[in-house]
């Protein structure tokens, strides 16, 4: 352990949710500023690859192209899952189980239970006492 502390130390600390609160909040201000290091550097980073769009060699272009491509359906894919997620935990949230469909819809157990209510052939007076 660094900080002239020993393990037993940090393991007592780690005990208290005061603690733990405190370095889980430190470590994400740590991982935001990296983030928006990186956001910073990415524009740059894309200067480069857009001047070479220019180049008079056509291999090194097809190239250039195909990497700003897959980059831009990486990020759409990241976006998209982002999305989801987002409504996947609003549903949950509400303490009910959710899925979501291919077009991007939450269908929770409430959505269901009522769409089977629908489609279920009507109970005859007979059987309800």
């Not at 430190?26 to 990296?34: G, K, L, N, P, W």
């Not at 956001?39 to 291999?59: F, G, N, V, Y």
């Not at 990497?67 to 990486?74: E, F, N, P, T, Y």
């Amino acid at each position: 352990m660094g900080g002239g502390r020993c393990r037993s130390t940090a393991h007592r600390w780690l005990r208290q949710q005061a603690f733990r609160d405190e370095l889980a909040r430190q470590r994400d201000a740590v991982f935001s500023e990296a983030l928006d290091a990186v956001k910073t550097h990415a524009t740059r980073a894309m200067a480069e690859p857009a001047r070479l769009l220019c180049s008079k060699d056509h291999r090194l272009r097809r190239f250039i192209c195909n990497d700003i491509l897959g980059h831009a359906l990486r990020v759409r894919e990241l976006d998209d899952i982002a999305r989801r997620l987002a409504a996947l935990e609003k549903a949950v949230g509400g303490g009910r189980r959710a899925v979501i469909n291919k077009g991007g819809k939450v269908k929770t157990e409430d959505t269901r239970l009522k769409k089977l209510e629908r489609q279920a052939p009507p109970i005859e007076r007979q059987f309800i006492s």
